[in-house]
Structures are given as structure tokens and as C-alpha cells.
């Protein structure tokens, strides 16, 4: 019975935690809400704009490398404001962090932003952890936590990612927005 009582309230602290994760919008493209203005995803395609559109999304921010252009090639004729941040998932920067912070702030003054990097994990994954540390007030384990054991698909070879939530590191990119703005 002790055992029965231990495993359900892990089991109800993990559901309580996780509860403040991100929001399922669609699994197949791999897309979430941050918040009532912030959405992550996968690379999406033409097909796609009607969740685009039902999400009200305005500001699409790019973080691929590789195939950087291909928001340009699938939504180039529409009205969305196309933003490319390539980043190098190996080699990520505080600065390029705080570039994208501000645009998805710069964003969210035209309307919803979605970020997205290829599978939607990893890149996607470290700026919104970020966005939730710098303008949500996330902790960095809470904010960490989320990224590798969110329903995302986090990949464990990016060990680079995990080093960057320290507060020296959440300070530069602090110090960087200071800067932009």
C-alpha cells in the first residue's frame, strides 16, 4: 500500500508539474504554445497555413542552419514577416539568443510568433527554455527540465544545450537584450 501511495504521488507531482509545459496545438507538425502570443513547431510547409492562420500567427523566426531559406521558398508570397536566425546547434551563442529573444518580442508587437527549427527540439527547444527564464520567470532546472523531458523530442547528442542554463550564461544574454533594446 506504501509503495501504491509513493509511485501515485510522484506520479501526481510529476502531472502538476508538467501541467505548466507548453500546450499541444498539433503533434503531427510537432507545435505547442508558450503562451498566449509564443508558439513552437517544426519546419512547416504549405500545408500548413491554416494552422497558421487559426493560431493568428504573424512572425515566423527560422533557427535553421542547414535549409535556412525554406521558410522563404514555402511562405515567400504570403504576408508573414519571415525572420532567419540560423543557428549552429553545436556552437549556440548568448548573443544569438538574445537576437531571437528580441524578435520574438519585436514579434509579438504585430501578432503571434512561432519559432521553429527543424524537428522542432533541440534550437526550438533552447530558446523557448530561454524565453521562459528571461520573460516568464522559469527557474533554469525548471526551464532545462522541460526541454529534455517535454513531449518535443529533445536529442541527448546536443550536450552543449544542457551547459547553457547557467546564470552566467542567462546573464550575458540578460546583458545582450540590454543592449538591443
Given amino acids: 500500500m506504501k509503495k501504491i501511495l509513493a509511485i501515485l504521488l510522484i506520479f501526481l507531482s510529476v502531472l502538476t508539474f508538467s501541467s505548466d509545459w507548453a500546450t499541444l496545438i498539433d503533434k503531427t507538425t510537432n507545435m505547442y504554445r508558450l503562451d498566449e502570443n509564443v508558439y513552437r513547431s517544426k519546419q512547416l510547409s504549405i500545408d500548413d497555413m ?5 493560431y493568428d500567427i504573424k512572425t515566423i523566426i527560422s533557427l535553421r542552419y542547414f535549409g535556412r531559406n525554406k521558410d522563404e521558398k514555402v511562405f515567400g508570397d504570403t504576408e ?4 532567419s536566425r540560423p543557428l549552429k546547434t553545436w556552437n549556440i551563442s548568448p548573443k544569438e539568443i538574445a537576437l531571437i529573444l528580441n524578435d520574438i518580442q519585436k514579434g509579438k508587437e504585430k501578432g503571434n510568433v512561432l519559432i521553429h527549427c527543424y524537428h522542432g527540439s533541440d ?10 527564464i528571461i520573460y ?11 526541454l ?3 513531449p518535443y523530442g529533445y536529442h541527448k547528442i546536443w550536450i552543449n544545450i544542457p551547459r547553457m542554463f547557467t546564470d552566467e550564461v542567462i546573464n550575458e544574454i540578460k546583458n545582450e537584450l540590454k543592449v538591443l533594446d
Fill in 148 to 150: 529534455k523531458e517535454g
Fill in 80 to 83: 508573414l514577416n519571415l525572420i
Fill in 50 to 54: 491554416k494552422l497558421l492562420q487559426e
Fill in 136 to 146: 516568464q520567470g522559469w527557474d533554469n532546472a525548471e526551464a532545462l527540465k522541460e
Fill in 123 to 132: 534550437r526550438t527547444g533552447l530558446i523557448s527554455a530561454m524565453y521562459r
